[in-house]
C-alpha cells in the first residue's frame, strides 16, 4: 500500500464491522444489484482450472459463482457463525471445489500463488469495512512470499463522488438530521439534488491505495436552497473489459451525512465541500469533517 499505513488504532473506530454476523447476510444476498454484478464480472474473470482466494468470504456465495465456473477456490472467513454456514452450503453445492478455511482476512496468506483475489468488505464512501485495509496487507504479503505476477482483483477499481442535497430529515414533525442509507435505483423525494454529482476519488486495487478519503470539491448549485447535508455515492468497478470496451460495475446504496453548520444559497451560488477521513473509519468521523462554505461569485 503506497502512502502512509492505516492506523489500526484510529479515531472513531468502533466494533470490527468485516465480522457480519449470519442474521445479516441475506441483506446482501438479496441484493440483486450486487449478487447480478459480481455473478457477471466473476464468470467474466475467471477459468476453469484458475485458483480463486475469496478474503472475507461470507456466506460464501462469491465462491459458489467462481467454483461455477470452474475454478478451485479458497473461501476465508473468520465470524464463526457465518464460517459453518458457508462450509455447510458450500458443500452441499460445489463439494470440495471450495475449500474453506476459518482465518483472520486482514493476516491470511495462501500457500500457493492465486489467479484471481476476490474481496468484498467495502462499504458505501469506503467506511466501516476494511477493504482497502485487508487488500492492502494482502498484496505486501503476496509479494514477499510469491513476487510476480500478481492476480487480478475483483473488485477492479473503485470510485467516490460527492453531492450537495438539501435532505428532509423530518419525520412526523420530528426533525432528527441522522445519517440514512437509500436505494441507489429508487426515487427519493425526501432528497433535492442541488448540483450534480462530482468525482473525488478514484483508484484500482493493483496499484497507489488510498491513506483517506478525502474530498475538497466546488461547485455551482442548479436550484436555491438549504445545503444541508451531502450525499456520498460509490461505484465500485468489478471486472474491466477490453472487449467491447467497458466495465461490470456495482452502485451501493447512497449515503446521506447531515452537516452540522447548514448552508443556504441561491441558484447558480458557488459553494465548496470540504472532509476527510480515513478508509475504515466510522460515519462519525465523516460528519465530524465535512464543511459546506460559500465562494465568491
Known amino acids: 500500500m503506497s502512502g502512509s499505513r492505516i492506523d489500526l488504532d484510529r479515531r472513531h473506530q468502533g466494533p470490527p464491522a468485516d465480522l457480519i454476523p449470519l442474521q445479516y447476510q441475506a441483506q446482501m444476498l438479496l441484493d440483486e444489484h450486487r449478487m447480478s454484478a459480481f455473478r457477471t464480472a466473476i464468470a467474466g474473470v475467471v477459468r476453469a482450472g484458475m485458483h480463486v482466494l475469496d478474503l472475507g468470504a461470507g456466506t460464501g456465495v462469491l465462491s459458489y459463482f467462481a467454483a461455477q465456473a470452474g475454478a478451485y477456490v479458497t473461501a476465508v472467513e473468520q465470524e464463526p457463525g457465518v464460517f459453518e454456514a458457508a462450509r455447510a452450503a458450500l458443500a452441499g453445492a460445489v463439494g470440495d471445489r471450495v475449500r474453506v478455511v476459518h482465518a483472520d482476512a486482514r493476516v491470511y496468506t495462501p500457500d500457493e500463488p492465486v489467479d484471481v483475489v476476490i474481496c468484498e468488505m467495502t462499504h458505501v464512501g469506503q467506511l466501516r469495512e476494511r477493504q482497502i485495509e485487508v487488500i492492502g496487507g494482502f498484496r505486501r504479503r503476496y509479494e514477499a512470499a510469491f513476487g510476480d505476477p500478481a492476480p487480478r482483483y475483483v473488485p477492479e477499481g473503485c470510485i467516490q463522488a460527492v453531492q450537495p442535497v438539501q435532505q428532509d430529515f423530518?419525520?412526523?414533525?420530528?426533525?432528527?438530521?441522522?445519517?440514512?442509507?437509500?436505494?441507489?435505483?429508487?426515487?427519493?423525494?425526501?432528497?433535492?439534488?442541488?448540483?450534480?454529482?462530482?468525482?473525488?476519488?478514484?483508484?484500482?486495487?493493483?496499484?497507489?491505495?488510498?491513506?483517506?478519503c478525502t474530498g475538497d470539491v466546488a461547485f455551482t448549485l442548479d436550484r436555491p436552497g438549504q445545503l444541508n447535508a451531502i450525499r456520498i455515492i460509490t461505484k465500485n468497478l468489478l471486472a474491466i473489459r477490453m472487449s467491447p470496451p467497458g466495465s461490470?460495475?456495482?452502485?451501493?446504496?447512497?449515503?446521506?451525512?447531515?452537516?452540522?453548520?447548514?448552508?443556504?444559497?441561491?441558484a447558480r451560488a458557488r459553494v465548496r465541500l470540504r472532509f476527510d477521513y480515513q478508509p475504515g473509519d466510522e460515519i462519525a468521523a465523516l460528519m465530524d469533517t465535512v464543511r459546506a462554505t460559500a465562494l465568491p461569485a
Open 248 to 266: 461490470v460495475n456495482w452502485l451501493m446504496g447512497y449515503l446521506i451525512v447531515p452537516l452540522r453548520t447548514p448552508l443556504f444559497a441561491e
Open 170 to 212: 423530518t419525520y412526523h414533525g420530528y426533525a432528527v438530521p441522522a445519517p440514512l442509507f437509500q436505494d441507489a435505483f429508487a426515487i427519493q423525494p425526501r432528497t433535492t439534488e442541488l448540483a450534480a454529482p462530482r468525482v473525488f476519488q478514484q483508484f484500482f486495487y493493483s496499484g497507489p491505495l488510498p491513506a483517506s
